[in-house]
């Protein structure tokens, strides 16, 4: 989904959200929203999907309330697709897709006592108490999931998926011995209930597992909790079998009791009144669940302390666990206390602190991106830390490596921020033997041998020879990638195997593959090879903004990619504009239109455009070309609060459809504002703005 260069350039932009969140910074400039939320939906997809975080949870959450924030400074900037008004997604299309009874919903974070203490300060002015009683558990680092008994039979199994839905996995699941196929229910009056979890593998069978896949030559796993996650996708149960996962079941978080059963004396003894009877429960019914390891407290305090405490014996647990959940114990007042679009108000997870340890740094290698980027690779001794074998880490760029005073041979101190990215923290020089080496940054391509190039205001090297080998693959794997050209079933895989047989050398390249030659290989059959050669086919279809972001212009992300498509007839038409004239359209400064402008320049690029062309490939904007007598021609609208009878995604479309130009946020250059129910601050800011017309989606349906 993502090529190499696009990662660094995500990561990049990472680090430069995570110094300002870091600096408490009240909020990013509008201007810089989108790209915050293209990194948060680049975490989400490595967390939830990839199950390969690049970030620590720590980062995430900073970068997140950072999107908070400036949205909360300007709720104009506020669309139904940003990060905040969902939680992440890990569907998966190999499974049948099922509707969870309640929504599964992430927890809010805190990483010290301040927070708890904030937390405990909100809950006691929502509930009007002086004190709550709070029930304290671990934190799993697996992955989650919900079960559903119906007449006391486990009857299905889900993942988490995006909140709503999630992936059936009952079959996989029913291979996991801890989880009981029948349990008795009945016995407190229940027809259906459903309860959350997390699959775990242990140290001892991860280890033991690990040591199995040496032996028969195959590559380990990274840690526990990918292992786990991983596993519940897997198509043969008996895979799943021979993992050895276990379960830590949770939370009841829907029920059904028969009518009549709850009578005056089975109220006062319900343990489904109060979660830490909910847990004991689940135990006793023959579930895994944090009976042992739970405390019932009264007060904040206590909790601090329990959870300081546990974190300080983590390692003595035989699995992996990144913190403590703290979780009202009594389930009325959770109902009162309820919860955001985003996370109940009645729990929080604290974290536990990053994980350090020491190695030695044996190596640097260069890599070399889809813009040129060259990014040194460290490799070290390999090093198991919080769950993970660390054997390389990115050391970003030559002024990085000099900062942190970096040598091979050096022995360094490396963390694990949140427990997930690993990063040099600093080089130990009272550790030097004599032997350890300065390192050399290349002055010329380590793939091609050109000479490199760095501009003054940037820290990274550059290969600008476009014919460079490692730029060429990484181009085309990005060109087919699904939020580009989304051509399914070539995938960097096949890119790299094509290229390496001479069957692929550039992109218009794969408009004229050989089919012939592609059948002899191993694993193209028919069906297959038929796949391949209808999808590549499609997407001579795909709309003009997909292409312009396929084509991997430095600094043009998706967002970016719409606003230059649509100012266009051609995509050829972007030769003949200026660097000034390119400036003047939404979200492209100076640094964007000059890459831009490069671009476009550059005759073997235009004569790669034209290519395509002749091959079939739509460079002329057609959207534009059949809406221009559109009834809403020229005509600017922005949908706030919820509509009764279309999405906001459908609304928007059929805007678009009759030529209207959908906005971001509230100005004087808005014309309409289509207000729904439950319509907040954009509506109150635009009564302010004497040339915006309000409307209902009734009139709205009306215009179109």
């Given at each position: 989904?993502?090529?190499t260069d696009?990662i660094?350039?995500?990561?990049k932009?990472?680090?430069?959200?995570?110094?300002?969140?870091?600096?408490?910074?009240e909020?990013?400039?509008p201007?810089?929203?989108?790209r915050?939320?293209?990194?948060?939906r680049?975490?989400?997809?490595?967390?939830?999907?990839?199950?390969?975080?690049l970030?620590?949870?720590?980062e995430?959450?900073?970068l997140y309330?950072?999107?908070?924030?400036t949205?909360?400074?300007?709720?104009?900037?506020v669309?139904?697709?940003?990060?905040?008004q969902?939680?992440g997604s890990?569907l998966?299309?190999?499974?049948?897709?099922?509707?969870?009874?309640?929504?599964?919903?992430s927890?809010?974070?805190?990483y010290?006592?301040?927070?708890?203490?904030d937390?405990d300060?909100k809950?006691?002015?929502?509930?009007?108490?002086?004190?709550i009683e709070?029930?304290?558990?671990?934190?799993?680092?697996?992955a989650?999931?919900s079960?559903i008994y119906?007449?006391?039979?486990?009857t299905?199994?889900?993942?988490?998926?995006?909140g709503v839905?999630?992936d059936?996995?009952?079959?996989?699941?029913?291979?996991?011995?801890?989880?009981?196929?029948?349990?008795?229910?009945?016995?407190?009056?229940?027809?259906?209930?459903e309860?959350r979890?997390e699959?775990?593998?242990?140290?001892?069978?991860?280890?033991g597992?690990?040591?199995?896949?040496?032996?028969?030559?195959?590559?380990p796993?990274?840690?526990?909790?990918?292992?786990?996650?991983?596993?519940?996708?897997?198509?043969d149960?008996k895979?799943?079998?021979?993992?050895?996962l276990d379960?830590f079941?949770?939370?009841?978080?829907?029920?059904?009791?028969?009518?009549?059963?709850m009578?005056?004396?089975?109220?006062?003894?319900?343990?489904?009144?109060?979660?830490?009877?909910?847990?004991?429960?689940?135990?006793?019914?023959?579930?895994?669940?944090?009976?042992?390891?739970?405390?019932?407290?009264?007060?904040?305090?206590p909790?601090i302390?329990?959870?300081?405490d546990?974190?300080?014996?983590?390692?003595?647990?035989p699995?992996e666990?990144?913190g403590?959940?703290?979780?009202?114990n009594?389930?009325?007042?959770?109902?009162?206390?309820?919860?955001t679009?985003?996370?109940p108000r009645?729990?929080?997870?604290?974290?536990?602190?990053?994980?350090?340890?020491?190695?030695?740094?044996r190596?640097?290698?260069?890599?070399?991106g889809?813009t040129?980027?060259?990014?040194p690779v460290?490799?070290?001794d390999?090093?198991y830390?919080?769950?993970?074998?660390?054997?390389s880490?990115?050391?970003?760029?030559?002024?990085?490596?000099r900062?942190?005073?970096?040598?091979?041979?050096d022995?360094v101190?490396?963390?694990?921020?949140?427990?997930?990215?690993?990063?040099?923290?600093k080089?130990l020089?009272?550790?030097?033997?004599g032997?350890?080496?300065?390192?050399v940054?290349?002055k010329?391509?380590?793939?091609?041998?050109?000479?490199?190039?760095?501009?003054?205001?940037?820290?990274?090297w550059?290969?600008?020879?476009?014919?460079?080998?490692?730029?060429?693959?990484?181009?085309?794997?990005?060109?087919?990638?699904?939020?580009?050209?989304?051509?399914?079933?070539?995938?960097?895989a096949?890119?790299?195997?094509?290229?390496?047989?001479?069957l692929?050398?550039?992109?218009?390249?794969?408009?004229?593959?050989?089919?012939?030659?592609?059948?002899e290989?191993?694993?193209?059959?028919?069906?297959?090879?038929?796949?391949l050669?209808?999808?590549?086919?499609a997407s001579?279809?795909?709309?003009?903004?997909r292409l312009m972001?396929?084509?991997?212009?430095?600094?043009?992300?998706?967002?970016t990619?719409k606003?230059?498509a649509?100012?266009?007839?051609?995509?050829?038409?972007?030769?003949?504009?200026?660097?000034?004239?390119?400036?003047?359209?939404?979200d492209?400064?100076?640094?964007?239109?000059?890459?831009i402008h490069g671009f476009?320049?550059?005759?073997?690029n235009?004569?790669?455009?034209?290519?395509?062309?002749?091959?079939?490939?739509?460079l002329?904007?057609?959207?534009?070309?059949?809406?221009?007598?559109?009834?809403?021609?020229?005509?600017?609208?922005l949908?706030?609060?919820?509509?009764?009878?279309?999405?906001?995604?459908?609304?928007e479309?059929?805007?678009?459809?009759?030529?209207?130009?959908?906005?971001?946020?509230?100005?004087?250059?808005?014309?309409y504002?289509?207000?729904g129910?439950?319509?907040?601050?954009?509506l109150e800011?635009?009564?302010?703005?004497?040339?915006?017309?309000?409307?209902?989606?009734?009139?709205?349906?009306?215009?179109?």
């Amino acid at each position: 989904m993502y090529g190499t260069d696009e990662i660094q350039q995500l990561q990049k932009s990472s680090l430069s959200f995570l110094d300002k969140a870091g600096h408490q910074a009240e909020a990013v400039s509008p201007k810089e929203t989108e790209r915050l939320r293209e990194v948060l939906r680049f975490h989400e997809y490595r967390y939830y999907v990839m199950s390969e975080p690049l970030v620590s949870d720590f980062e995430y959450d900073s970068l997140y309330k950072l999107l908070q924030r400036t949205e909360s400074k300007y709720p104009e900037l506020v669309s139904p697709d940003s990060p905040t008004q969902r939680v992440g997604s890990s569907l998966n299309q190999n499974f049948v897709t099922v509707q969870h009874l309640v929504p599964m919903l992430s927890l809010d974070n805190s990483y010290n006592a301040e927070d708890l203490i904030d937390f405990d300060r909100k809950a006691r002015e929502l509930s009007a108490l002086d004190e709550i009683e709070y029930c304290i558990e671990p934190k799993f680092d697996g992955a989650s999931i919900s079960l559903i008994y119906e007449n006391d039979r486990l009857t299905r199994a889900a993942t988490r998926g995006d909140g709503v839905e999630g992936d059936d996995i009952t079959t996989n699941i029913k291979q996991i011995r801890s989880i009981p196929l029948t349990a008795a229910f009945s016995k407190y009056g229940i027809k259906q209930i459903e309860i959350r979890g997390e699959i775990i593998m242990s140290k001892k069978a991860f280890a033991g597992y690990n040591m199995q896949l040496v032996s028969q030559g195959l590559a380990p796993l990274a840690n526990p909790r990918n292992a786990a996650s991983g596993s519940l996708r897997m198509k043969d149960p008996k895979e799943v079998a021979q993992r050895n996962l276990d379960a830590f079941l949770y939370h009841v978080s829907y029920f059904i009791r028969d009518k009549g059963w709850m009578t005056g004396d089975r109220k006062k003894t319900d343990p489904l009144a109060t979660h830490a009877g909910s847990l004991e429960l689940l135990w006793n019914m023959g579930f895994r669940s944090p009976q042992k390891e739970k405390r019932v407290v009264k007060g904040i305090q206590p909790v601090i302390d329990y959870c300081l405490d546990f974190e300080a014996h983590r390692d003595d647990l035989p699995y992996e666990i990144d913190g403590m959940v703290v979780k009202v114990n009594d389930i009325e007042l959770q109902e009162s206390l309820g919860m955001t679009s985003h996370h109940p108000r009645w729990a929080i997870a604290f974290k536990f602190k990053a994980r350090q340890a020491t190695t030695r740094l044996r190596a640097i290698e260069f890599q070399v991106g889809r813009t040129g980027a060259v990014t040194p690779v460290a490799k070290l001794d390999a090093v198991y830390l919080g769950g993970v074998t660390v054997s390389s880490i990115s050391v970003h760029n030559e002024e990085y490596i000099r900062e942190k005073d970096l040598r091979i041979g050096d022995h360094v101190l490396i963390e694990r921020a949140g427990d997930v990215i690993p990063q040099i923290v600093k080089s130990l020089p009272e550790l030097r033997e004599g032997t350890e080496t300065e390192i050399v940054f290349p002055k010329n391509c380590p793939v091609c041998g050109s000479e490199l190039f760095k501009e003054e205001t940037e820290a990274v090297w550059r290969c600008i020879n476009i014919e460079c080998e490692a730029q060429v693959v990484e181009r085309i794997i990005h060109f087919v990638s699904k939020d580009a050209m989304d051509i399914k079933s070539f995938g960097e895989a096949n890119v790299r195997k094509f290229y390496e047989l001479g069957l692929l050398k550039d992109i218009p390249g794969i408009y004229g593959l050989d089919y012939e030659r592609i059948s002899e290989l191993e694993g193209f059959g028919k069906k297959s090879l038929d796949n391949l050669q209808a999808a590549i086919e499609a997407s001579k279809q795909q709309s003009l903004n997909r292409l312009m972001y396929g084509l991997g212009i430095r600094f043009v992300g998706e967002t970016t990619a719409k606003t230059l498509a649509n100012s266009v007839e051609h995509l050829l038409d972007f030769a003949g504009k200026t660097e000034e004239e390119l400036t003047q359209l939404e979200d492209v400064g100076v640094k964007v239109a000059k890459s831009i402008h490069g671009f476009f320049q550059n005759h073997q690029n235009i004569d790669m455009l034209q290519q395509l062309e002749l091959l079939g490939l739509q460079l002329k904007n057609e959207k534009k070309a059949a809406v221009a007598s559109g009834a809403l021609t020229g005509q600017t609208f922005l949908f706030t609060g919820t509509l009764s009878k279309l999405k906001r995604s459908e609304a928007e479309a059929l805007a678009e459809a009759q030529g209207g130009v959908i906005v971001s946020g509230i100005s004087a250059k808005l014309n309409y504002l289509v207000v729904g129910e439950d319509a907040g601050s954009k509506l109150e800011k635009a009564k302010r703005i004497n040339t915006i017309r309000i409307i209902s989606e009734d009139e709205f349906l009306n215009l179109i």
